[in-house]
């Protein structure tokens, strides 16, 4: 396989894969509608903070070494991620929340952000096989502006969790 081809491989499935991404987002931001979800901070701020943790999972296997002198300790001691070990499902179970596990809109909200987001995590696990250097061919800049645009989403989805803005002013008096 050329190069320009393994490059065009990666540039096809990197972006099959984020866009898909962005769609199960766009999925997860309909879970901030009240009327139909009930959810606490704690289990949306639980729900980001896995997001970016995967993100960053999944970064370390495009960490790129130009010579010895690139590699800090930390790296020789961690040395390179395995895939066998990486996090395929994500969930609430864990997660003692205070308030009433048994609201049905509550069940419903977890089910399915659980769902949701172990499909990122999924397409986020392919993303770590396009690290390969003997089957695709990326640049630094490629890899900063897909991790960048991973990011950028989550803020931007995170963003429709946040508390209703006040639409009225009254006097307290």
Sequence with gaps: MSKISRHENFRRLAEKRMTRIFLNMNLIANLSNRNNYEYTTAEVERLFQAYEDKGNEIKKFFRVYHSVEDHTIE???????????????????????????????????????????????????????????????????????????????????????????????????
């Design 75 to 173: 790296d020789i001691l961690e040395g390179t991620p395995e895939k066998k070990s990486l996090i395929t499902n994500f969930s609430f179970l864990d997660n003692n929340e205070s308030g009433d596990s048994n609201d049905i809109k509550n069940i419903k909200f977890k089910s399915i952000a659980e769902k949701r987001m172990t499909r990122i995590f999924s397409d986020m696990n392919l993303i770590a096989n396009l690290s390969n250097r003997n089957n695709y061919f990326y640049t630094s800049q490629e890899v900063t502006e897909l991790f960048q645009a991973y990011e950028d989403k989550g803020k931007e989805i995170k963003v429709f969790f946040r508390p209703q803005l006040t639409e009225k002013f009254t006097f307290s008096n």
